[in-house]
């Protein structure tokens, strides 16, 4: 767990809860909450809670807004949204990863998993493969310039669930956990779960 993380956990002991730590900090309580139960690290959070922390405790200290994270080339890192769409029965979110980022687990898909989970919503996904693996029940194949892919819609189920497992038995890998997901129902035609990981090229994960 990250030093933000622990801080916020012993604010939250000691009365605070997300809501009123984020106002604090001038962040939503979605991310407060995700650097608690350790999807995000916080780093950039880690001066404010510290300085929260010591106010809180009665120290006359000024909390400073956080600094933006910044990427590893040293720029600011900016803020990626999911896209909300409407249907007949209603609005679902859909938030989209490919292959650089699934190589690193797809943790950019666990900022709308939290949200979803903390509204109570549900969570489903389309995966699309390459030409290296086939997909087989319920899947679609088509044949691109890049050769043969195929694509496998499934629903995950419940989100608060669906998130607790990627934390606890996944590290937050969230590629590591849909892979796994795939060779269980049968959807590839490969049953090693790392080999099916590394072939996959798209997911776009959908909420509501």
Same mark, same amino acid.
């Given at each position: ?67 933006? +994270? &910044?990427?590893? *080339? @040293?720029?600011?890192? =900016?803020?990626?949204? #999911?896209?909300?769409?409407?249907? $007949?029965? /209603? ?7 490919? +292959? &650089?980022?699934? *190589? @690193?687990?797809?943790? =950019?898909?666990?900022? #709308?998993?939290?949200?979803?989970? $903390?509204? /109570? ?12 693996? @086939? ?14 892919? /195929? ?58």
């Amino acid at each position: 767990m990250s030093e933000s993380g622990d801080i916020i956990r012993r604010l939250v002991e000691g009365g605070q809860n997300y809501q009123t730590i984020g106002v604090a900090l001038g962040r939503d309580r979605s991310l407060v909450r995700q650097v608690a139960i350790g999807t995000k690290p916080g780093r950039n959070l880690r001066d404010a809670l510290a300085q929260l922390e010591r106010k809180l405790s009665g120290q006359a200290v000024e909390v400073q807004e956080p600094t933006r +994270r &910044t990427t590893r *080339r @040293g720029s600011l890192a =900016g803020v990626r949204k #999911p896209t909300t769409r409407r249907s $007949e029965s /209603g609005s679902w979110s859909s938030s989209t990863v490919k +292959r &650089t980022a699934i *190589r @690193g687990g797809a943790k =950019g898909l666990g900022h #709308p998993l939290a949200d979803a989970a $903390e509204a /109570g919503h549900q969570v489903a996904v389309t995966v699309s493969v390459d030409g290296h693996l @086939g997909i087989e029940a319920y899947g679609s194949s088509r044949r691109g310039r890049a050769g043969l892919h /195929g694509s496998a819609d499934f629903k995950l189920g419940d989100a608060e669930e669906v998130a607790a497992t990627i934390h606890d038995e996944y590290a937050g890998d969230v590629a590591a956990y849909i892979a796994d997901v795939m060779v269980d129902q049968g959807l590839v035609s490969s049953s090693d779960a790392s080999y099916v990981r590394e072939h996959i090229v798209e997911i776009d994960m959908r909420t509501w």
